[in-house]
């Protein structure tokens, strides 16, 4: 508000006329200058703590994240054993029943056996991480 603005103001509301050298408007310019800054110190003291939170926000993100990629390596290799002992179990059990058969389709059995298995088992895993 502008100083005229300010006495124009006073003078409706109060009856009083200040004049632009009172003691009284020096004091409300002194108030308002002090204000200015406690806010502009705010506003800084603000803006470094919302970068302190950014800053432990993405650290904590690259440990979750490094944590999940840990994780998928791990589900990743389980899956894979689980795969490899599943198909020799296969092979023993065709193995076991057909002694005299051919062996190229029995591979090709397996291999699709496995194949199969495995992309349920991978399923599943991404499935545990959108859970």
Known sequence: MDKNELLAEIAKETGIILGNDDPIIATAYLNKIL???????????????????????????????????????????????????????IDKQIAAKEPTVNHQPKTNFTVLIIALLSGVLIGAGAAVYLI
């Open 35 to 89: 204000l200015a800054a406690y806010v502009k110190d705010l506003d800084t003291s603000l803006e470094q703590t919302l970068l302190k939170i950014s800053a432990k926000e993405k650290e904590t993100f690259d440990k979750f994240l490094q944590l999940l990629t840990e994780r998928d390596q791990e589900i990743t290799e389980r899956i894979e054993k689980a795969t490899q002992h599943f198909a020799v179990s």
